[in-house]
């Protein structure tokens, strides 16, 4: 089958650094997204991984092992505004489909 | 900036009633799709559109149907609504390409009494 797993909830103080992890297994894989989401808002693109590596963009960074089928996103330098859900999602390969994880809530504590 | 917008943020309605949701997006993608979230589920794919008049199942088609006669609008039908289908409904666009991510929009809170 596929799924991919997520902590459903994380907790962390502002100013601090916070790795939220997403192990996958799916029948073919074209990429890994990563989403923020706020309460009763939409999605919104973090980040694409589809080779092995980290990708770094100012505060997050996202690394991927294909091997290990495993991703983490690593927000630096906590700030309040980072409490929200952060959704893993797979792109299979060969398809437009796309599983997403159950999302992990992350809380940022001042 | 890509805009998708749907018709409404809150919806209720009667068990039984048909039950149109609208999407537009605002940026010629070709791959339109509607999602279900739930808590503790995720988001769970229901249908989506790789193109104009093409659609294909998704995870969780049964008791919808969908429409795209124009690629800027994907519209979600719920048949006959039942209580299993209170939930919030998401519709996304993208571009083709690999690389292309997922772009939301705000989202439908329907409620089926």
């Known amino acids: 089958g596929q799924n991919i797993d997520q902590p459903t909830e994380m907790t962390a103080t502002e100013g601090a650094i916070v790795q939220i992890n997403c192990t996958y297994q799916?029948?073919?894989?074209?990429?890994l997204f990563w989403y923020q989401q706020h309460a009763g808002e939409a999605p919104t693109f973090l980040s694409y991984?589809?080779?092995?590596g980290l990708e770094e963009k100012g505060r997050f960074s996202s690394f991927l092992s294909r091997s290990k089928g495993y991703s983490y996103l690593l927000l630096k330098e906590l700030q309040m505004k980072d409490s929200a859900s952060y959704l893993c999602?797979?792109?299979?390969?060969?398809?437009?489909?796309?599983?997403f994880g159950t999302g992990t809530r992350l809380k940022v504590l001042a | 900036d890509v805009k998708v917008t749907q018709s409404s943020r809150y919806l209720v309605k009667r068990t039984g009633e048909k039950v149109f949701l609208e999407c537009v997006q605002d940026?010629?993608?070709?791959?339109m799709f509607w999602y279900r979230q739930d808590p503790g589920l995720g988001l769970r794919l229901i249908y989506f559109?790789?193109?104009?008049?093409?659609?294909e199942k998704g995870d969780i088609p049964e008791g919808y149907s969908v429409s795209r006669e124009k690629k800027e609008r994907f519209s979600l039908i719920l048949e006959s609504a039942s209580t299993n289908q209170t939930s919030m409904y998401l519709c996304?666009?993208?571009?083709?390409?690999?690389?292309?991510?997922?772009?939301f929009g705000d989202g439908t809170r329907l409620s089926i009494l």
């Open positions: 996304a666009s993208r571009s083709v390409g690999t690389d292309q991510p997922q772009h």
């Open positions: 940026m010629d993608h070709e791959n």
């Open positions: 559109s790789y193109d104009v008049k093409m659609k």
């Open positions: 999602a797979v792109r299979s390969s060969g398809t437009y489909k796309y599983i």
């Open positions: 991984n589809v080779l092995d």
């Open positions: 799916t029948s073919g894989f074209n990429g």
